[in-house]
């Protein structure tokens, strides 16, 4: 085959690059993480003692005065 010009299609390796999927996996995970940070921050407004994570118990809810 070679005397002719012709070449094997998988006969030259090319370098990986990066494609339109792994782009719009990394801006997924770029928004991801930005609403992680704004929840994260709407749970310490919320939460007890100004925690994200404590739990408040049931029936005496509390939250943090609106002037604040």
Do not use: C, H, N
Not at 8 to 33: E, N
């Amino acid at each position: 085959m070679s005397q002719f010009g012709m070449q094997m299609p998988a006969g030259r390796k090319r370098a990986a690059s990066p494609d339109v999927y792994t782009g719009l996996a990394v801006i997924a995970t770029v928004f991801l993480a930005a609403a992680t940070a704004v929840m994260w921050q709407a749970g310490a407004k919320v939460g007890k003692g100004g925690s994200p994570i404590a739990l408040q118990e049931s029936g005496r809810i509390e939250l943090p005065a609106l002037g604040k």
